[in-house]
């Protein structure tokens, strides 16, 4: 296993369109992570899942944005009507057990909307 | 909601140099992980800390979790050009048992020539 494989690493869209990504975690990590990084900021939390079911959302996360964990194994991050202000970098991570918190990050999707 | 304080921000310091950078938190966490992050990458877990007191090493990283579970620092020593870039803290776990992991904003460490 190779780590949390994320794709695309770069995505260039117009404003108004909507984009998916796609996170891959550590083969058997039950948890699963998305966050958001803007320039000079920490990530920022958006949501987690414990196996298929989706435990929080951050206020961050309008209705525009949606996170699905179906099987409990790979997840997307779909954002529709895109805004300029969507920008940033969106970063998946994964954790293997409850007990056990280290989360290992995905090189992340970068996301630029013109 | 749960912040995390770090300092400092940035430094700068001449190669061969030790470095200190601590995190505080206005609430308890069950666990603290520190991270490094390289331009256009994902964070890299350095070290986890699970037990208030407890002090870690990974090679020349020494990290503490304060006894009070609201800090944690970080220690660097004998810097070397790679250890260029920024590192996080983050915390975990609190007294609402809340899972998610909060980030710092970051300490940017710069190696002068």
């Known amino acids: 296993d190779t780590g949390v494989s994320q794709d695309p690493r770069h995505k260039i869209t117009k404003r108004g369109q909507n984009v998916t990504f796609r996170c891959d975690p550590i083969s058997e990590h039950n948890r699963l992570y998305w966050y958001r990084q803007t320039l000079g900021q920490g990530p920022e939390f958006l949501t987690y899942f414990q196996n298929e079911a989706q435990l929080e959302k951050s206020r961050l996360l309008s209705d525009r944005f949606s996170a699905e964990r179906p099987k409990g194994s790979f997840s997307t991050l779909e954002i529709q009507r895109t805004e300029q202000g969507d920008s940033a970098m969106y970063l998946c991570?994964?954790?293997?057990?409850?007990?056990?918190?280290?989360?290992?990050f995905g090189q992340g999707t970068r996301l630029t909307v013109v | 909601g749960q912040q995390l304080n770090q300092s400092p921000q940035s430094m700068f310091i001449q190669e061969g140099e030790d470095v200190s950078m601590n995190c505080t938190s206005s609430s308890i966490f069950n666990t603290w992980l520190w991270y490094k992050q390289d331009p256009g990458e994902g964070p890299v877990l350095l070290i986890a800390l699970y037990k208030a007191g407890e002090l870690t090493s990974n090679g020349r990283l020494t990290a503490q979790f304060g006894i009070t579970r609201k800090d944690s620092f970080l220690n660097i020593s004998a810097s070397i050009p790679s250890d260029v870039g920024i590192y996080f803290c983050a915390g975990q776990g609190s007294v609402n048992r809340d899972d998610k992991i909060i980030f710092g904003k970051g300490t940017r460490l710069h190696i002068l020539p």
């Open positions: 991570a994964s954790s293997p057990r409850r007990s056990a918190t280290e989360a290992f």
